[in-house]
């Protein structure tokens, strides 16, 4: 293996250097480990931490209330949302960020119906394979709008829909295996039905091109703490197409979302545009934190972010069916580029124990129980290098932990 | 005026030398200044921003995705709820923390209407004085369960609850005009009808006790911004009483209130106790933040709390009516302090040009439109001389801004 690994080492040297995202990795505090964690929760962009302390200290502890006006803390939900706008390829006013990805799912699906606004269209289908949350939140919109729960395969949302449908949620990648969805293609079949097309971007969103506005898609959601660095638990994100903002009657009409917050009239009157999606006074100190650390994207082109995710996976695999012991892994990631993610999901006997032993070793990737570990590249803060080096780990690991260790 | 002014000057610095809270002002960043929105939004604990430092830089920058368990993320909702639980009356395991207080005003209505179980019980009452997101979130948990809003005056509360009642949803304190109600009596008759109680402590909590447990209270909310010094938006906490633990049924049941969160079970199945409360991911820094702020609390009895509050309420309406032109202000506030909570509301027909110049004077109080000044009385550290110089100014304010001033 020690030749082999030599030439692999060169190359991951010389796709390094040829990198135009590398210098992107110096703006992250990183230490001398391999971090694929990037898709459960983003790393810290060095300059955050100024940044945050100066919303404490100066704009809470000096300025106190008058930082809602002063220091733009009112604004926050819409101008934090036109940031990450361009990112999945919504032009201004169309996003607002606050609240948490599963409250966001629930706005969007009753959203949906309401928008929908047809008795006869009594379904809403749900990816079956999606993160969890997403399929308990759809149940309970369900449950409150009168309509029935339809979970089915994400490859089998086109032959579902139909004129029972009001709406469908797809997670455009599945958080366990990688597996990219076919956001274009679903969200035509769906509208095509007459329903609409809502997308749970939170493992795609800053890892590759989503084109929201381009391909039609009706309402989305997403969570900023993964490849958008915002921070632990930052808060979320909920876009409704420009076409249905005038008519999105949303199930959380709190105080923030009314034409004139500060009247406090008695009776609702819905804001224009994205701020309908408001609901309480927002979070501020983890919201300025995620504002911050958007500029890490200040200047990235999200098409060369996929080209280098894409090309980091494709190395991370050769480099791992190269090294690793055979049958110990298997991936479950499709080899096919429009089906590809920003993850490596590996189906692996004895995964409790290898991820653990490779956490020891710095390399820090994640499980998903029962059998899979899960290598996540983060194209802004991960080199070739980190790749060949976790690749070669996990070979080590595989040959220590023989199979059939049971789990510790 | 100047020996009245004398005499009351003394009297404050008596009352300051006497004040077994005055040593907590010194937690606090405070200027030269009169801060008097700590009902806003509660002052910074200087001790907070090295808290918070720590968060970002090493539990966040250095230990990243290992937070979760070794920093104490995950389990960070119940433990601060268990943090505030004393300050509201409630034993252990009924508080949880997370969200705005709007999302959970949500919660606790759909599960208030949902653990009565009884379609004969159609109607949701609702505080008609109440903050109005109240009322917003009230109209729609009502029309997504079927149920009828029946918006009343607090006073009428009593006669207005009956068999067709589900829930009743009041607010402890007005924010508008500062009134108490009275939670023990509604309560006791709102239960007395067959319904539950629903109580909104925003402008109650870390004010005055407020007794939950003791009062047979169902569910409530509250924010954790005001009188808790959390922070900007910091999250909002939801009350289950013990007894409805076992059937409170969320209709926001993301994957963190499931049994087994990890499992990512297709299935769901609620967790037991407060963890039900629990929807996303929550926003760390913001809760961290206002896990550290709570240590201003230790050893603090709400007892003091509450007889300072009085004292300097008391106090600062005296020297309001020593100091200022006859007939230009007009107190809101209850003069009974059974009915008053730590607010000085005080009606005035210039009050958009008096609160702008008493802010720039360093007097921070705030408006609501039209006409309300709005002074808060943060005992832990608002002081007898803040009061009486508060009083002053506004006295000479309204000297130079005469009666019939248009509004900028």
Chains 1, 2 share one sequence.
């Not at 060095?46 to 809470?60: G, L, T, Y």
């Not at 660095?229 to 709190?254: E, I, K, Q």
């Not at 653990?356 to 194209?379: K, N, S, Y």
Request: hydrophobic fraction near 45%; include cysteine.
């Amino acid at each position: 293996m020690s030749d082999t690994r030599d030439l692999l080492r060169e190359r991951a040297a010389r796709l390094d250097a040829a990198d135009e995202l590398a210098g992107h990795r110096g703006l992250f505090a990183l230490d001398e480990g391999v971090y694929l964690d990037g898709n459960s929760l983003g790393a810290l962009p060095r300059h955050v931490p100024d940044r945050v302390a100066d919303v404490v200290a100066r704009q809470w502890g000096q300025l106190r209330i008058r930082s809602w006006d002063e220091s733009g803390w009112w604004t926050a939900p819409e101008r934090i949302g036109a940031r990450i706008a361009p990112l999945v390829g919504a032009a201004p006013g169309q996003l607002v960020v606050g609240d948490s990805t599963s409250v966001n799912v629930f706005k969007a699906l009753v959203g949906a119906v309401r928008l929908v606004d047809d008795e006869r269209r009594d379904e809403i289908v749900v990816d079956a394979t999606t993160f969890p949350t997403d399929g308990y939140i759809a149940r309970s919109a369900a449950r409150l709008t009168g309509r029935t729960l339809v979970p089915v395969a994400p490859g089998e949302v086109v032959d579902a829909v139909g004129p029972r449908t009001a709406a469908v949620l797809v997670n455009h990648v599945d958080f366990r295996t990688g597996r990219l969805h076919d956001l274009p293609g679903i969200t035509a079949a769906v509208r095509a039905a007459g329903a609409l097309a809502v997308w749970d971007l939170c493992h795609s969103a800053g890892a590759l091109p989503v084109g929201l506005d381009a391909h039609g898609v009706d309402l989305a959601v997403g969570c900023t703490y993964k490849y958008l660095n915002g921070g632990p638990g930052a808060p979320a994100y909920l876009y409704v197409a420009r076409r249905h903002a005038d008519r999105f009657d949303s199930p959380l009409p709190g105080w923030n979302s009314h034409a004139d917050p500060f009247a406090m009239d008695p009776e609702y009157t819905a804001g224009e545009g994205a701020v309908r999606g408001r609901v309480g006074t927002p979070d501020i100190l983890s919201m300025l934190a995620l504002e911050a650390a958007l500029d890490v994207w200040d200047g990235v082109d999200v098409a060369a972010v996929r080209a280098k995710s894409l090309a980091l996976t494709d190395f991370f695999l050769e480099c791992v069916g190269a090294y690793a012991p055979a049958g110990r892994v298997e991936s479950l990631t499709p080899a096919a580029h429009a089906e590809r993610g920003s993850q490596v999901a590996l189906r692996c006997a004895e995964a409790p124990a290898v991820m653990a032993e490779l956490i020891a070793r710095g390399v820090v990737g994640d499980l998903r129980r029962p059998d899979v570990l899960r290598f996540g590249f983060t194209p802004l803060y991960v080199s070739f290098a980190d790749a060949e080096r976790a690749a070669a780990e996990l070979a080590d690991v595989l040959e220590r932990i023989p199979a059939g260790t049971p789990a510790a």
